[in-house]
């Protein structure tokens, strides 16, 4: 019998063509050729997505290409060590706002000069200036010839022209700026009164009122109160006048629902006191006070730490849900001592006054871990709650309104003042952080941990630290007087603050910008990227430009303005965004109140003599709302 092959079929057909074996029974590849061959096309996609996504973008990198030890060609040293002035080729504006041009650009050349001098004799002297558009004749005198920013088109109907100046220090250039502020302000507060008038706030797309969550369910006229005192200060006297009478009229503090005792206290009592301090008028005192009447029932706790909500109907106060087990919150108790001090010195009524004093004997009887205060305090049963603490949001009003409560008294608080001093300590030696970039900033901690986050609500303490080092009892702060260590600490961190804003494509900050060896003050988070019209950063610049008077301050401050007018304004108003890295950034349609009480009148002051407003006669409380130093005598 025959043996019977056990090979496969197609085998025992093989053939050969050109010397390599040929089967014609076999129609595709087998599994395992298969696999091999989407391994290596994956591998190539996977390799190509990497190119793109994960190698470093070298496009902001300058060039050294024909770079040869010290034979350097003068233009090619000048763009690898120094970035193109605006109108030379070869470098990108990282910023954004390239007809910006930075003021302090020529100051840089010079400094860079000197150090070229001595580091590498001879070579300074090969460099060629670049040229600017002072080199090209624009004088401050001739308006035509300085540019102007790039508005959108909704606004370019409304607003006025923007001249960017080229020389700060002129007083007609200050002007100028001041004015501007003053036209922004009255365009927010036109649209408010066409399309929100009487209602809490405006949406400037939808042209209609707006209402957050903070103030109930009723329209409490938030932007009128607000902005009361801006528009006094600032001269506009028919719009003050305005406002005035719907107060008078119609204001009516009624509410069906829950309103926050902290916005209610730093908006409405402050913003009427204010405008009692500033006029004289009874009117305003009588409306503080009945509204910091309907404010007392929230205190009524085993602690006297006072509840954050309240029902002025009922008197029945409540916590936030997310408040770390029913807890208060420090920014919210904390920030009560101005508004009800004043009212028990207007009034004679100590019922104020002795509210916020047990709150602060209740904090002194309390151990601080680590030397700091967490941001949540349990009302009933006086313990601390979340290991938090930030001086940003949650925490950093309670330290302004420490230092500030000295400040109010003309020094008599001492209390307040070793308050302050040892809560800046331990912010001082667990909070304030270096970047390895070099720049200083404040982190939070969280179970005795630091997530390194600043937010742009932390960003007064540059202001806060600055007025702490200077401010003396009957005296006004002396520029560039005695400084005192935490002077160097508040321009640190102003300086972060406004690396926030110009790394940014709008030049205006996100909410939150983070720190980590490949990211510097800028945003990871979406939910981080908006800018709400928020005031901190101007604050700040604000206070550090009175106490040093560094006009770099108000460089920086009408840089923000300008980035404000641009991105912000609309048809109806102004409008925060989501999105600081995006050039088109969508909008968030809401003109907070704060915007005209806070951002408008600190950048209104920025650009003003100090005797408005001075530091040794008025203490701004946390919205900005001026209130008069009690033993300094004011004039109405």
Request: proline share 6%.
């Amino acid at each position: 019998m025959a043996a019977v092959s056990v090979l496969p079929s197609y085998q025992q057909q093989q053939r050969f063509v050109g010397g390599f074996p040929y089967f014609p029974g076999r129609r595709t590849l087998r599994i395992r050729e298969k696999y091999v061959v989407l391994l290596v096309f994956a591998l190539f996609g996977f390799v190509c997505f990497g190119g793109i996504f994960f190698l470093p973008d070298l496009r902001d990198r300058v060039s050294s290409d024909g770079y040869s030890g010290a034979a350097v060609a003068p233009d090619r040293f000048e763009g690898m060590f120094m970035p193109r002035m605006n109108g030379s080729s070869g470098a990108r504006n990282r910023h954004g706002l390239d007809e910006a041009e930075d003021p302090h650009r020529g100051q840089d050349w010079l400094k860079f000069r000197q150090r070229i001098s001595m580091d590498l004799p001879g070579a300074a002297s090969d460099l060629r200036r670049p040229n600017t558009s002072a080199d090209a004749g624009v004088k401050p005198e001739d308006p035509d010839s300085v540019p102007k920013p790039d508005l959108p088109n909704s606004a370019k109907s409304n607003a006025s022209e923007v001249k960017i100046d080229k020389h700060p220090e002129d007083e007609t250039v200050t002007k100028m700026r001041q004015e501007k502020i003053k036209e922004m302000m009255k365009f927010a507060w036109d649209n408010y009164v066409k399309y929100a008038w009487g209602q809490n706030e405006l949406k400037p797309l939808s042209r209609r009122g707006h209402s957050a969550s903070v103030f109930g369910s009723s329209s409490l006229g938030a932007t009128i109160v607000d902005g009361l005192d801006t528009l006094y200060l600032m001269g506009l006297k028919e719009e003050f006048k305005q406002g005035r009478e719907w107060v008078a009229q119609s204001f009516n503090f009624q509410s069906g629902s829950d309103i926050s005792v902290f916005e209610v206290n730093i908006r409405f009592v402050g913003g009427f006191l204010a405008c009692f301090a500033l006029t004289g008028d009874e009117m305003f005192k009588d409306k503080a006070v009945e509204v910091a009447k309907k404010l007392l029932p929230a205190f009524n706790t085993a602690t006297g730490i006072p509840m954050a909500m309240i029902n002025i109907h009922t008197g029945a106060g409540r916590n936030w849900g997310w408040a770390s087990g029913g807890s208060s919150i420090l920014a919210e108790f904390g920030t009560l001592h101005l508004e009800f001090a004043y009212l028990t010195h207007l009034t004679g009524d100590r019922t104020y006054i002795d509210k916020v004093m047990k709150i602060r004997d209740v904090l002194l009887q309390l151990e601080k871990p680590g030397g700091l205060y967490p941001n949540y305090l349990n009302p009933n049963t006086g313990r601390w709650g979340q290991q938090h603490t930030s001086v940003g949001a949650l925490g950093d009003s309670f330290y302004e309104y420490l230092l500030k409560a000295w400040i109010q008294s003309n020094g008599t608080d001492i209390v307040a003042r070793q308050m302050y001093d040892e809560a800046i300590k331990g912010i001082e030696e667990r909070l304030i952080q270096k970047s390895s970039g070099g720049l200083t900033y404040l982190s939070e901690f969280k179970n005795n941990r630091p997530e390194h986050k600043m937010d742009h609500l932390s960003c007064f303490a540059g202001g806060m630290l600055s007025l702490g080092s200077q401010w003396q009892p009957g005296e006004t702060p002396v520029p560039n007087g005695p400084f005192l260590p935490h002077t160097k600490l508040a321009a640190e961190l102003t300086n972060t603050c406004h690396e926030s804003y110009i790394r940014s494509d709008t030049r205006l900050g996100p909410e939150a910008f983070r720190f980590d060896p490949m990211t510097e003050a800028k945003a990871l988070r979406q939910n981080e990227k908006y800018y709400i019209l928020r005031p901190e950063v101007i604050e700040s610049y604000f206070y550090l430009w009175r106490l040093t008077k560094d006009p770099k301050y108000r460089d920086w401050g009408w840089d923000a303005a300008q980035a404000i007018e641009k991105y912000c304004r609309t048809d109806g108003g102004y409008s925060g965004i989501k999105d600081v890295y995006s050039t088109n950034p969508s909008l968030d349609d809401v003109q907070q109140s704060f915007f005209l009480a806070e951002t408008l009148k600190y950048l209104y002051l920025l650009f003003s003599p100090d005797d408005l407003i001075p530091l040794s006669q008025w203490v701004l409380n946390t919205e900005a709302h001026p209130l008069p130093v009690l033993l300094s005598k004011v004039n109405h």
